[in-house]
């Protein structure tokens, strides 16, 4: 079955490699992808195994924004606020 839908939040608290693939997939659907991780990297866990530069580089061509440091406070089903792990003004993302 395809995906429906044109953008999708990926919200990622584990740093692990699930959000990274789960990102990666969405984009390569042709959705407009945001990723929210209140990491300080993206994939931190996935580092020593050097996994994520390649696939950043895969989805470098893609519609992708990254918000490392950043914590998801709502989700309406239509839309998200995001704002700054260390504050600041909250910001709403589609």
Known sequence: P???G???LVID???HYEGLACAEHLVQSGMKVT???RLPLVAPQMRP???VDPALE????GDVVFHVGTRVLSVD????VLQRVTGGSPWRVN
Do not use: E, K
Not at 77 to 80: L, P, T, V
């Open 2 to 4: 395809g995906i429906n």
């Open 6 to 8: 044109t953008n999708a």
């Open 13 to 15: 608290d584990v740093g």
């Open 35 to 37: 990723f929210a991780t």
């Open 49 to 51: 195994a050097l996994m």
């Open 58 to 61: 895969r989805m470098a061509d």
């Open 77 to 80: 089903g239509q839309s998200a």
